[in-house]
């Protein structure tokens, strides 16, 4: 009896539990579907998104393959068994991605219908007794324009998309510039289909957007003292248009706005190349606009600019600003901050004028403007160009005040620009900074010129911004399943990242063992008995230094410390019963462009997990081996500043040695014999040296 009642009691709670989580409904076709993907029911982004969000949340994938919403179209969704459990299972929060076969050259005779369509399909998730909250994406790029042309994407289905948003009041995730305009094979093997890794993307940008940090009962639009004299749809979030005494102000608000109220504030070119602003707008910063009209950044530009920001501050947002500013923009977005250093939370500024005598006069390699120029004269009062040679007030003439103030900078820049050449504007100021010991960031775009500006991918400019104001959640000490899928890994043909996860966990059963090893490619070089993959280069060098069978290695190619402390969490890697546990890894994280500080973050969180884990084991933790020929190169760098934090880390039961000396020579270059030719892999030599110096280890 009291077994039942035990037993009913577990149910009871089994079923409160799973009454308690949010429901997620993914709507869509084959690219929610998954489909080419292998192993689609853990690598599509809705599977992908469940493992981020973890047990909270219960994500369903409805993807159908070749679907649209077109009701008398190819393949309509709604005729689909899938849309009528989508719609029973009366969810929390349903993300709908539609459009990209709409766009298809076999509805062209349909498309016509798809604004009415799209907006009733919409609907009928809106009007579900579960009142959910419905988030709208954009298609991705199509790069198979054949048969999914992008223009049509571009041009037809999103607007009708960020409209039903705009109208209707719904979330909006902006997809299409996720991948960039340049087609990536690893991304979208067969240009239209998202591969595991290019749905990983999506499942993060998805992640990122629902775990926002929000602030609560915060109206800016109410607080600000102006009344709106306008209303306007910026790609499916709400505008608002003011008139100050002739002088026009934008304000965008976000949906959900974050905490602490941030904002971004547009200099110039208002809508031009927005994928920066759209993307912060979907981080919770409101986007703003304060016209400046042909006053090249003068006094009464930077008087307009003091207005506003009085304005916007005692509206509610943040009293440090985010500064954008394209081309002339430059000029008032470095002016007003020269002489505003406490309102600056950082700048970003694309092909900037730095210096009015290169744009728009030309005393430099470019011929001047005559129409520009008649409008600077007027803006400044020069009646001569002697005054103009003479001004020193321009933005590199701030270098030392902007060096002084700590403002993080980032210019993005076209290296064969001709309208405001590099070499003239962004290259004397960043040359000045230098002087005053400030490094300036720069991203050179080779071959391109003034335009396009921005990146059609935003995300180096988006993670700069969120990382300077401490936005940027350090995903590198976030578990999370990798999604490698491609054979240069190492692995048999048709594997993929759980397959390979799967077979670690069978190698290492009824096993106990002296060493594992855990970590990236680099590691699973090392071979061992397992039978997915395709190189054994280490297995000689560690069976003569360790035994054979007394050692395994646990590496999968292309894992970053996220997705080991990942494997550490969900596996059960101490059914081996190891004495010694071996962890080299964050490689993946540097050359992926992540901070030392985060990766360093993510190591410390990989051996502590170890360590849970593995009790009885020695916890070894070498960080990352050195990679990058030269001890200055980009990888180096990197390296060596996260063997420095890790260093002054302490780690209970954690023994950390820095394997570097053992790779380099005496003038701190890589010793080649031990490297492959990328100079992060190791040569049969290089395994060799590794091993002797393991085995070393655990026998003292």
């Known amino acids: 009896m009291k077994r039942m009642i035990f037993i009913a009691l577990c149910l ?89 076969n709409a766009a298809a050259n076999r509805n062209v005779n349909q498309r016509h219908l798809f604004p009415e369509e799209y907006r009733k399909f919409v609907d009928t998730y809106r009007n579900l007794p579960s009142k959910p909250r419905v988030i709208l994406m954009t298609p991705v790029r199509s790069f198979f324009l054949k048969d999914h042309p992008d223009a049509v994407i571009s041009n037809e289905m999103i607007p009708v998309i960020t409209q039903t948003a705009n109208e209707r009041g719904l979330d909006i995730i902006n997809l299409h510039n996720l991948f960039g305009d340049k087609w990536e094979q690893y991304l979208m093997p067969d240009r239209l289909h998202p591969s595991a890794i290019g749905a990983g993307r999506i499942a993060m940008k998805m992640y990122k957007y629902l775990t926002l940090e929000t602030a609560s009962d915060v109206d800016i639009i109410s607080n600000f003292a102006l009344k709106p004299s306008g209303e306007f749809n910026f790609h499916g979030f709400k505008g608002y248009e003011y008139d100050n005494n002739g002088v026009k102000y934008y304000i965008v608000k976000p949906y959900h706005t974050a905490v602490g109220n941030p904002w971004i504030w547009r200099a110039r070119f208002w809508g031009h190349e927005p994928q920066t602003d759209i ?55 470095y002016n007003w901050s020269a002489r505003n250093t406490d309102k600056v939370a950082c700048i970003y500024v694309d092909a900037p004028v730095m210096d009015i005598k290169s744009w728009p006069v030309g005393y430099g390699t470019k011929d001047g403007n005559d129409r520009n120029i008649e409008a600077l004269m007027k803006a400044y009062g020069f009646t001569s160009n002697e005054q103009v040679e003479a001004w020193a007030q321009n933005p590199i003439d701030h270098a030392k005040k902007m060096a002084k103030s700590k403002i993080p900078m980032l210019h993005v820049v076209g290296d064969a620009d001709t309208g405001v050449p590099v070499a003239e504007n962004t290259a004397v100021f960043e040359e000045r900074l230098a002087k005053y010991g400030y490094k300036l960031n720069v991203i050179h775009k080779p071959g391109v010129g003034h335009h396009p500006h921005s990146l059609n991918n935003p995300e180096p400019i988006v993670n700069f911004i969120l990382e300077e104001l401490g936005r940027k959640k350090n995903m590198c000490a976030y578990p999370a399943p990798g999604n490698e899928y491609r054979m240069a890994a190492g692995w048999q043909k048709g594997t993929e990242w759980h397959a390979i996860a799967n077979d670690i966990e069978t190698t290492l059963e009824g096993k106990e063992l002296k060493v594992l090893l855990l970590g990236n490619s680099i590691t699973q070089g090392f071979g061992g008995n397992r039978t997915k993959i395709t190189s054994y280069q280490g297995k000689a060098a560690m069976d003569q230094a360790v035994g054979i069978n007394l050692w395994e290695s646990a590496g999968i190619s292309g894992d970053r410390t996220q997705n080991l402390l990942w494997r550490l969490k969900k596996g059960n890697y101490n ?44 916890i070894i933790l070498f960080g990352l081996l050195p990679a990058g020929l030269e001890k200055n190169s980009y990888n180096r760098v990197a390296c060596d500043k996260i063997h420095s934090i890790l260093a002054k880390t302490k780690l209970k039961g954690v023994e950390y040695i820095n394997p570097t000396t053992w790779f380099v020579n005496g003038d701190g270059s890589l010793k080649k014999e031990l490297y492959a030719g990328d100079y992060l892999h190791l040569s049969a030599e290089g395994y060799k040296l590794w091993s002797e110096k393991i085995a070393k280890i655990i026998s003292e």
């Not at 500064?323 to 008032?332: K, N, P, V």
């Not at 901070?595 to 990989?606: F, P, T, V, Y």
Request: glycine share 10%.
């Open 12 to 100: 009871m709670l089994s079923i409160e539990s799973y009454a308690q989580k949010i429901k997620v409904a993914c709507v869509g076709n084959s690219i929610t579907y998954g489909a080419g993907i292998n192993n689609n029911q853990q690598n599509s982004y809705p599977s992908q998104l469940q493992a981020l969000l973890g047990e909270e949340y219960e994500v369903k994938n409805f993807g159908v393959s070749a679907t649209t919403v077109l009701s008398n179209g190819n393949q309509a969704y709604i005729k689909t068994q899938q849309y009528k459990e989508s719609l029973a299972y009366n969810p929390d929060i349903v993300f709908i991605k539609m459009g990209t």
């Open 575 to 618: 059914r081996c019963k190891p004495e010694n546990v071996v962890i080299t890894i964050g490689i993946n994280n540097v050359t992926a462009g992540d901070k030392a500080e985060d990766i360093a973050q993510g190591i410390i969180a990989c051996a502590l997990e170890a360590k849970a884990q593995m009790p009885q084991a020695k």
């Open 279 to 333: 993307e912060l707008l979907e981080q919770g910063f409101h986007l703003t606009y304060c016209e400046v009209g042909d006053l090249f950044g003068n006094q009464e530009a930077i008087d307009r600019w003091d207005e506003f920001y009085k304005l916007a501050t005692k509206a509610g947002l943040s009293k440090k600003a985010v500064l954008e500013g394209m081309s002339r923009g430059g000029l008032i977005v």
